[in-house]
């Protein structure tokens, strides 16, 4: 049974960090890219953040570069969203989710329909 589960939301003050995590299972991970996206309440599906399965590329949504790491551990079957200097329209429920990458995807990894698999997602809440 394939499973994304995420973990790490919490409720933060604006500045504040948080380490968000989604632990994969059921597929092999190292083949597959790892999309982190967010939604808030009464908006559409957000792309956050993407890294690629073998090399290790990295995209970022324009609202959270600079601010916003994505990393990942193989070995782990891990993949993780550091979040620094968070504001308040970062709230949301984060989701990360799966992508196959045999071929090369480039920014199209932060594109929420070409997923395969999806978390149930966490929520993050940052207080002004």
């Known amino acids: 049974e394939v499973q994304l589960v995420e973990s790490g939301g919490d409720l933060v003050q604006a500045g504040g960090t948080l380490r968000l995590s989604c632990v994969a299972s059921?597929?092999?991970?190292?083949?597959?890219?790892i999309g982190w996206f967010r939604q808030a309440p009464g908006k559409e599906r957000e792309a956050i953040s993407s890294?690629?399965?073998?090399?290790?590329?990295?995209y970022y949504a324009d609202s959270v570069k600079g601010r916003f790491t994505i990393s990942r551990d193989n070995a782990k079957n891990t993949a993780y969203l550091q979040m620094n200097s968070l504001k308040p329209e970062d709230t949301a429920v984060y989701y990360c989710?799966?992508?196959?990458?045999?071929?090369?995807?480039?920014?199209?990894?932060?594109?929420?329909?070409?997923?395969?698999?999806w978390g149930q997602g966490t929520q993050v809440t940052v207080s002004s």
């Open positions: 989710a799966a992508k196959e990458d045999s071929l090369p995807l480039g920014d199209l990894l932060l594109l929420a329909p070409i997923y395969d698999y």
């Open positions: 059921g597929f092999t991970f190292d083949d597959y890219a």
């Open positions: 890294i690629t399965s073998k090399d290790g590329s990295t």
